[in-house]
C-alpha cells in the first residue's frame, strides 16, 4: 500500500511509526510488531453531581445529524446521544456485551443545558471517491462549545470520554467526529 500510493494521485509514502494512542505498536527502524495496549472503558454513569460547566472541543469536523438535517449548532444532547449511539454500535459489533441503558436523569440533564457560548464553524474537506467515480465534499463542524450544567445532576463523563475515545457523527472512519471535552466543578 505505501509503494502503491494512497489517493487521487497515488502519492506513495514509508511508514515510519504506528501509535495506538498510547505506546509504538510498530517503528519501522526496529522492524517489531507489536500488539495494541487494551483499553477497557467504563460508561456507567457516575450518578454524583459536581459538574457545573462543560466545555467541548470539536478538534475534527463533527456532522451530527438530527431528524434526518444537519445540526448547524450541536447542542450538548445531542452530542451525548450520538456518543450513545456510537458507543452501543461498537459493543454491539466488537464488544463483549451489552452497553448500560442511560440513566433518564442524565438525559433530562443534557436536554435542560444551557449552550453558553459557541464559537464553532463549517469545515468542508474536498474528497474524490474513486468507487463513485467522482469529487464530494464532507462536511462538519469544529470549534469550541461551553454548556452550562444543571445543578445536582449526574455527571456525564463516562459517555464524553467514550466520545472522545471513539469519535462521533457521521465519517467518523475518515478522521471526522473527534472531540475532546472539560468539565469544570462548581
Not at 487521487?8 to 526496529?30: H, P, W
Not at 457516575?46 to 445529524?65: M, N, Q, Y
Not at 453558553?116 to 464530494?136: E, F, I, L, T
Request: glycine share 10%; proline share 5%.
Amino acid at each position: 500500500m505505501c509503494e502503491r500510493g494512497l489517493g487521487r494521485e497515488r502519492t506513495s509514502y514509508v511508514l515510519e511509526r504506528v501509535s495506538d494512542g498510547r505506546d509504538v505498536v510498530y517503528d519501522a527502524s526496529a522492524s517489531v510488531l507489536r500488539p495494541p495496549s487494551a483499553q477497557w472503558l467504563d460508561v456507567r454513569s457516575d450518578l454524583s453531581a459536581g459538574v457545573r460547566r462543560i466545555g467541548i472541543e470539536f478538534r475534527t469536523p463533527v456532522c451530527l445529524c438530527v431528524d434526518g438535517r444537519r445540526a448547524v449548532l450541536p447542542t450538548f444532547e445531542q452530542v451525548l446521544r450520538a456518543a450513545v449511539r456510537r458507543t452501543r454500535l461498537l459493543a454491539t459489533f466488537y464488544g463483549e456485551g451489552e452497553v448500560a441503558d442511560v440513566p433518564k436523569v442524565l438525559l433530562e440533564a443534557a436536554r435542560a443545558s444551557q449552550g453558553v457560548w459557541r464559537a464553532v464553524h463549517w469545515h468542508d474537506v474536498p474528497r474524490y471517491s474513486a468507487r463513485q467515480g467522482r469529487g464530494m465534499i464532507l462536511r462538519g463542524v469544529t470549534g469550541h462549545s461551553a454548556f452550562d450544567w444543571p445543578a445536582g445532576a449526574a455527571s456525564p463523563g463516562a459517555w464524553l470520554e467514550a466520545a472522545k475515545t471513539f469519535h462521533i457523527g457521521k465519517a467518523v472512519t475518515f478522521g471526522f467526529g473527534g472531540i475532546d471535552y472539560r468539565m469544570e466543578s462548581p
